[in-house]
Nanobody, 112 residues
Framework: QVHVVESGGGLVQPGGSLKLSCAAS????????MGWYRQVSGGERELVAV???????NYADSVKGRFTISTDNAKNMVYLQMNNLSFEDTAVYYC??????WGQGTQVTVSS
């Protein structure tokens, strides 16, 4: 069972940046798929970005050009660099390690 822990959330002004980190333990597979989701209060959890061990990435249209997902395979870490943040990016951000390991979430609040 993979255990996942996120960090790096916080309060940021519009136009600002944050970098989220996700640390996984108990990883045994050599190839993995990892991703970031987000969920606003009362809403559904939506995929933000996904990456595999080979470095192939995919992004939600709403974050393309602003967010960058990356991975350090040797350390079993996944990152989400978020730039030019807007109010609409406010949410709890969750890290997922496929197939079904989730972190507890980290709050990102964009507010002036």
């Amino acid at each position: 069972q993979v255990h996942v822990v996120e960090s790096g959330g916080g309060l940021v002004q519009p136009g600002g940046s944050l970098k989220l980190s996700c640390a996984a333990s108990g990883v045994s597979a050599r190839t993995n798929i990892m991703g970031w989701y987000r969920q606003v209060s009362g809403g559904e959890r939506e995929l933000v970005a996904v990456i595999n061990t080979a470095g192939t990435t995919n992004y939600a249209d709403s974050v393309k050009g602003r967010f960058t997902i990356s991975t350090d395979n040797a350390k079993n870490m996944v990152y989400l660099q978020m730039n030019n943040l807007s109010f609409e990016d406010t949410a709890v951000y969750y890290c997922k390690w496929w197939p079904d390991s989730w972190g507890q979430g980290t709050q990102v609040t964009v507010s002036s």
